[in-house]
């Protein structure tokens, strides 16, 4: 049971460069969501998607595109890479229960556009 | 107006103090509270979650929220080096959490 995990951990873009950053889940959740942290600006959501087949934008989607392949993948796609894309990028999914609601998070990509 | 506030720290308490954090927020249709623990280079994880105003305790942490000012806490009693890290609060509506911007705690042995 490995939760949620991303590839890669960590990534080195230039200006313009295009990638996919991957996230899987074997929590079997429905809701998967991207988040960037930058310093001092805590988590900020990019996109998520409530479940499979939907997706909709966060607090900040301009130059990021997803897709949720199935239940268990959510990619955020960088078509043109920018230096304000540098920031660390989690994966995280959503846990609804009775008098519970909860994020898992991955461990993290960190990205560097030069 | 960020959706949620949080103090930004840093914080620096000798081991066996209390650490208190806080955070306030301006929609009264979040629905769950949630105080998140990070460590430097890794993931949030979540250390307590509570929907109701009043204290929620857990071992040496407590969390407390009150509705009617919009305002929720988190205290550490009896702090040891391994609380350091930067604590994150987290409140809820529907499918969406609103994170607070992490406050950095550093406990002294």
């Known amino acids: 049971n490995a939760g949620v995990t991303q590839t890669p951990k960590f990534q080195v873009l230039k200006t313009g460069q295009s990638m996919t950053l991957q996230c899987a889940q074997d929590m079997n959740h429905n809701s998967m969501y991207w988040y960037r942290q930058d310093p001092g600006m805590g988590l900020r959501l990019i996109y998520y998607s409530a479940s499979e087949g939907t997706t909709d934008k966060g607090e900040v989607p301009n130059g990021y595109n997803v897709s949720r392949l199935n239940k268990r993948e959510f990619s955020l796609r960088l078509e043109s890479a920018a230096p304000s894309q540098t920031s660390v990028y989690f994966c995280?999914?959503?846990?609804?229960?009775?008098?519970?609601?909860?994020?898992?998070f991955g461990p993290g990509t960190r990205l560097l556009v030069l | 107006q960020k959706e949620v506030e949080q103090d930004p720290g840093p914080l620096s308490v000798p081991e066996g103090a209390i650490v208190s954090l806080n955070c306030t927020y301006s929609n009264s249709a979040f629905q769950y509270f949630m105080w998140y623990r990070q460590y430097s280079r890794k993931g949030p994880e979540l250390l307590m979650y509570?929907?109701?105003?009043g204290n929620k305790e857990d071992g040496r942490f407590t969390a407390q929220v009150d509705k009617s000012s919009k305002y929720i806490s988190l205290f550490i009693r009896d702090s040891q080096p391994s609380d350091s890290a930067t604590y994150l609060c987290?409140?809820?509506?529907?499918?969406?959490?609103?994170f607070g911007a992490g406050t950095t705690v550093t406990v002294r042995a």
């Open positions: 995280a999914t959503y846990r609804q229960g009775p008098h519970q609601e909860t994020q898992y």
């Open positions: 987290a409140i809820t509506e529907d499918y969406k959490l609103s």
């Open positions: 509570t929907y109701s105003s």
